[in-house]
């Protein structure tokens, strides 16, 4: 992978900065980042709730992933030009959450339409701003190990997407054969480090996603995309005329929001795009989409039990022990493969297995515990 | 099973009351209770701790099980002669559970020195404060249902052994075949419900237990005995005479306790003794030893969880779930056959089977888990 870098650290005497975009003669272009963070993560509870999603967990880390999100851009984008795109009702928490960051930067959305609409919206906020920067979209919660490769992947993808009209993406290199996540195949090289993407893919089977990993030339979709935002409003006007309105109008969410239907980015522009480019981002993304993903993370014992919590284990084998808010000990005798999880209010007890029917446990429990 | 009464309620005009002593010409004979609290409970973990041993815990019904053992000697027993035996550290603790008992009626044993040394402590007391009456010996933590059936079985003791020169015991009537009790054979009729004592037997095996509830003659030691301290005198005179220094001088426990054998009453004095009466009572006695047999007192759901906190289940069975001082929500997904227990310092998740390892897992904890 080459190794392009921001402004403030330029090796290699290498050519370009990110900073300094082809259409500006000269000038740096500015970088503006919009954070999604509209889940709401059920497959973390207890530890994520209706009211708490998984972005301000803690449990990743020390630091909420939403503040993780925002510091690992440092030096990137400046802390003015990052924004969050989340619910309305989680405005308040996620200031609180992001103290450094000015208010006004934290956007909620009054009602859910997915990725189509806040892309749209943050082209509009873009467009009116600053017509030659170059937007970020980055989803809020995955981890990541090695975060100078992450910003020399977004680096590389961002000068790309200001010096043509390309949708630039970072796609993550596959380390197994995933079916929870969707593919891009990529094709040949249009500049260093920088293939143009051949087709966008829903998540395979696993026999699918075997092939995929063999060939070496799919990358996971990890919903990052780097674009410049006349690019991206054009892309919008070829197969997205519906959000038109919002892009030239990005502050009256009130009355736009109802009108757009729900739908992800990637059925609404990518998939129907053909200036896609793909950088290989090889980080440690992980998105951490269920606690077993997450105890991948962190050290096991010789008996394969993972503990995110202080825990006592006698006779147990392969169980997974987290809690966050919450610093009582948890004793396990006998048992296996289970995962507990606890925060000041509750506690779950499953089996791993059990683990992908969370949702539907927690649409049995009473609001205050959802 | 015969009713007697205490002297409150006298009904069906029996002639006797256990107030009224055949020994005092007339004159009521007093009642001594001595509820021993000298357990430690590592099988009620993380409940029941070290130094929050069962007596003081709440889980069984509101109150602690020692407020409750207290409570239930109402009308049978003044207040001011009901007294516990426990460990001295204990002491402070006790006191606060028992805030209507006189501060000196809690005595604390310097060491443990099992049932025998609490017992010839009582004899000492009762012997010195009142030789006409009769002392009770208690154990400080059984649930039992009818306390009016239980005051029944005591007063019928206590009239007996106030009567004539005998070791009197209420065994409970077995409702199945346990394994985890001794077992007290009875002989003839010797009074209106009450029968000799053939034999007291240890622990049985399966097969042995089938065969002791077949009869109908055996029933469960519950370690209660009743007797006048001249009765108890006599018989530590003839079969554990290193106990007599402590009945003679029941004030020097710092002394003398060291100097004596741990060991059970039943071994010291019960086994070797042919004055033995027995009571049978029918009264929904449980000793809970164990957080399953807590459990049968409770009811199930459909898929047989015990919920004793609050908890919400799916494709969950048989599963048991209590709290002590937190008020948490328990969710169970997909588990089976487990054990889950909170405080607000510690969880135990265990398998019903291995609860019997409870005493291992805890030796492996933390001095201040324990």
Known sequence: MSAPTDSSVAPQGRPFSVLRSPFSGGEAATLHAFILAGGRGERFWPISTFNRPKQFCTLFGGKPLIAQAVDRL??????????????????????????????ANVIGEPIGRDTAAAVALACGIVAREDPQGVALILPADPLIADEAAFRDALALAAAQAAREPVIATVGIAP????????????????????????????????????????????????????????????????????????????TDLETLYPTLPKLSVDYAIMEKSDNLVVVRGDFGWDDVGTLPALARQFPADPQGNVAIAPTYALDAAGNIVAAEGDPRATALLGVSGLIVVHTPKA?????????????????????DLR
Request: charged fraction near 20%.
């Open 347 to 367: 506690t779950l007890v499953c089996t791993q297995d059990a683990a992908q029917d969370l949702k539907r446990l927690v649409a049995t429990l009473p609001p």
């Open 74 to 103: 440092a030096g990137l984008v400046p802390q003015t030009n990052i924004r969050i795109i989340t619910s309305a009702d989680l405005v308040p928490a996620t200031r609180d959450a992001l103290p450094g960051l000015p208010a």
């Open 175 to 250: 380390t197994y054969p995933a079916t929870g996540y969707g593919y891009i195949e990529c094709a040949d090289e249009s500049a260093p480090g920088v293939r143009r993407v051949r087709r966008f893919v829903e998540k395979p089977d696993l026999a699918t996603a075997e092939r995929y990993l063999a060939t070496g030339a799919f990358v996971w979709n990890a919903g990052i995309f780097v674009w410049r935002a006349d690019t991206m409003a054009a892309a919008f006007r070829a197969h997205a005329p519906q959000w038109l309105p919002l892009i030239e109008n990005p």
